[in-house]
């Protein structure tokens, strides 16, 4: 027999009264967190204005009105008692005075091992048809911020099966590096090789302001079931909102952060970066920044470093992230504003150029233009020696490349520049290469060795 039964009725009614109270004595004592509903005022384009809510620059609301769904946005600026929302997904059906909501402040992307060979929206929701993630952990958008004094330094080479790239261009396993590249240049075919040959742990693709039949291409052909299985897509298409487009960039690179920190080796390819900075400009100008430089606004300098900074070695034994990153370089000028200061943050760059693409030889690497700032760390010496030999060689016969054609050198006139005409269709055949064909690091530098012997030899696959 319980105690509680052995008691009358009326002590039992009392005993009930008296726990009701200290459950309400428990909440009173609580601190009760009060929200500042605020209402909508303005829209203009894809601005929205607020009054009367209370919510950080960063933090989300829900709008919430008369014959329309809720609308979810973020905050991106206030003046006043006037908050800068930015929304998620569709506006349209938004009214007048519609309620606003605070909601979550923080910002975070479902991540675990049930990401890979999936394809996500920057909210961590499906995009194919496979069953809903039941994914546990979390991880900030933001990302945190690590001790540059604490990271690994970069000392290993990363095999990422590109002949051109493994032999010239050696990139080393924790390093950021720019792909700078027009429009119709094989920019995407040369991240789709380096996605199925890379010899990594984990690839995190970003397709960021794609146009959607190019991302079902990449998806389906360039990275094909083999690269896919690997790797964890996040696809925020050109007609999603510029906040959509930001939130794909840093949710790519919070999931690479995620797998890093479980000690694998990352490679993250983000095409493009260009898109991610026009959409922080569409962002920065609606709410009234100055534009400073080709119509780019300050803040838009001040993302590109938040977000490459994220990339690389973590601590000594940890895991790391290498980032591949796609610049979109209007009219083939490498001096555009992203280009250059994308340029000053990354540790190297390789430049497709359009002349070399026009003369039928892909992928169109220009040697001339490229460079991977730490190829002096992570190869030998004499890989090394060989590699400045060939872009030597390689520059002296594009520099005459007009005289020869025209016929006004004489063949005798300059034993160096004889070398480079003999040593020159072989090159071209070195830096070919079809998109099925892999080429790892060690075979990289027995075919450039090939190359530039005075025999007869041609590099394998030539």
Known sequence: MTLRSSLTPLEQRRARIGERLERWEQLIDEPIR??????????????????????????????????????????????GDRTYLMPVGPIAGLTPNARVLPIDHAQFIPVGEELLGRV???LGQPLDDLPALRCRQRMPLMGRLLNPLGRDPVRRPLDVGVRGINALLTVGRGQRIGLFAG??????????????????????????????????????????????????????????????RLQGARAATAIAEHFRDQGKHVLLLMDSLTRYAQAQREIGLAIGEPPVTRGYPPSVFACLPQLLERAGNAGPGGGSITGIYTVLTEGDDVQDPVADAARAVLDGHIVLSRRVAERGRYPAIDVEASISRVMSSVVKSEHHALAQRFRQIYARYEQNRDLINVGAYKKGTDPAMDEAIDLFPRMERFLAQAPDEAVDFDASLAQLEACLDDGLRTPEGG
């Open 120 to 122: 996500i929206n920057p």
């Open 34 to 79: 009060l929200v500042a509903e605020g209402r909508l005022v303005r829209m203009v384009g894809m601005t929205l204005e607020a009054v009367g809510c209370e919510v950080p620059v960063g933090g989300r609301c829900r709008i919430v009105g008369r014959g329309h769904d809720p609308v979810e946005a973020e905050a991106v600026g206030f003046a």
């Open 183 to 244: 429009s119709g240049v094989g920019k995407s075919v040369l991240l789709g090789m380096v996605a199925r040959y890379t010899r990594a742990d984990v690839i995190v693709v970003g397709l960021i302001g794609e146009r959607g039949r190019e991302v079902n291409d990449f998806i389906q052909e360039i990275l094909g079931p083999e690269g896919l299985a690997r790797s964890v897509v996040v696809v925020a298409p050109a007609d999603d909102p510029p906040l959509m």
